[in-house]
T-cell receptor
Framework: EPEVTQTPSHQVTQMGQEVILRCVPI?????FYWYRQILGQKVEFLVS????????KSEIFDDQFSVERPDGSNFTLKIRSTKLEDSAMYFC????????????FGSGTRLTVV | GEDVEQSLFLSVREGDSSVINCTYT??????LYWYKQEPGAGLQLLTY?????DMKQDQRLTVLLNKKDKHLSLRIADTQTGDSAIYFC???????????FGKGTMLLVSP
């Protein structure tokens, strides 16, 4: 079964540092997403990406965040200057244009900002 | 804004039926989903239902939707220990739009 792959599974970073979270979506999917889950809280939408541009973003997705699809296979989330409150599990997801409902999620990257 | 609420914990014995409940606030929710998260894993789509349906059955899973009360439930028949996980209810207005999730219900199945 095709999978969405995320790396690394766990990243620890110092406050103020930049981090890049990487995702390889399913190859024929066209819609890409980032969600995050702070421990004990709801899974929250960050951003959606289609046709090489952001299609929707939440209030959380401020100027510190950016997304990129640099090479047609990877989909990255960059946090420029991490804060303690960015500590969360970050999920990448993708979906196809036709026949699928719901997304396929990756297993997540746990980001710990110290 | 949209909100989705779930009870946080459910404990059942193996072989019993489990019913996980969810309420949502947005009457324009068109797609309603149930996701399962096992420890250390991502969110796995279990099933979905359109707002013009009342019920959907898929093997051991039965989804019931009461649009009037904005209430969604997931029934798992003959619950097994492998069903122990966190179950998330989610809704969206359009097929590829953002998902609004509940906090998740932890289901613990004891032998």
């Amino acid at each position: 079964e095709p999978e969405v792959t995320q790396t690394p599974s766990h990243q620890v970073t110092q406050m103020g540092q930049e981090v890049i979270l990487r995702c390889v979506p399913i190859s024929n999917h066209l819609y890409f997403y980032w969600y995050r889950q702070i421990l004990g809280q709801k899974v929250e939408f960050l951003v959606s990406f289609y046709n090489n541009e952001i299609s929707e973003k939440s209030e959380i997705f401020d100027d510190q965040f950016s997304v990129e699809r640099p090479d047609g296979s990877n989909f990255t989330l960059k946090i420029r200057s991490t804060k303690l409150e960015d500590s969360a599990m970050y999920f990448c997801a993708s979906s196809a244009e036709a026949e699928h409902y719901g997304y396929t999620f990756g297993s997540g990257t746990r980001l710990t900002v110290v | 804004g949209e909100d989705v609420e779930q009870s946080l914990f459910l404990s059942v014995r193996e072989g019993d039926s489990s019913v996980i409940n969810c309420t949502y606030t947005d009457s324009s929710s068109t797609y309603l989903y149930w996701y399962k998260q096992e420890p250390g894993a991502g969110l796995q789509l279990l099933t979905y239902i359109f707002s013009n349906m009342d019920m959907k059955q898929d093997q051991r899973l039965t989804v019931l939707l009461n649009k009037k009360d904005k209430h969604l439930s997931l029934r798992i028949a003959d619950t097994q220990t492998g069903d122990s996980a966190i179950y998330f209810c989610a809704e969206s207005m359009r097929r590829y739009s953002t998902l609004t999730f509940g906090k998740g219900t932890m289901l613990l199945v004891s032998p």
